[in-house]
């Protein structure tokens, strides 16, 4: 299974999701599933921001090489499930069958944009990702049973 987060820069929000969900699915044994995150604007190259490192340093959650990177026709096709972060960003992308908000499969609510924030808006936002992650894990064993 591929599992793809989406957001706006894929600095942020997305990329955190995606560390944070390898680590839990690393916690939980579940194997068989790749993570990665994309963004909708994405300014190509850039690095995870520095907020965004220092809550998932705070966390204790380890950080992978990351280099933003726009969600393409391709990465939709290939993937089994996309993960947007905002209603928004899904309207963007299309109301297709894989694609959808975090909040749809959780009902934990968007999750905000921490972009320009200080490190507790960054750290607000990654405990709103980590609550929705732990909603979204029992689906995801349940689906890969199936």
């Known amino acids: 299974m591929k599992i793809t987060f989406v957001c706006s820069g894929n600095t942020c929000r997305s990329p955190m999701a995606e560390c944070a969900f390898e680590v839990m699915l690393a ?14 604007v994405a300014n190509v190259g850039a690095d995870i921001s520095p907020n965004a490192k ?12 990351h280099f933003a990177t726009q969600i393409t026709t391709d ?5 089994d499930l996309v993960i947007c972060m905002t209603e928004r960003h899904r309207m963007r992308l299309g109301k297709l069958p894989k694609v959808f908000t975090l909040d749809q499969l959780t009902g934990c609510g968007d999750i905000k944009d921490p972009y320009g ?17 732990n909603k979204l894990m029992p689906i995801i064993k349940r689906q890969l049973t199936l």
């Open 27 to 40: 916690e939980e044994g579940v194997t068989g599933v790749e993570v990665q995150s994309r963004g909708v």
């Open 54 to 65: 220092k809550a998932l340093e705070d966390a204790e959650i380890p950080i992978k090489k």
């Open 75 to 79: 990465d939709i096709l290939n993937s």
């Open 117 to 133: 924030g200080d490190e507790k808006v960054y750290k607000e936002c990654l405990s709103e990702i980590l609550a929705a992650l």
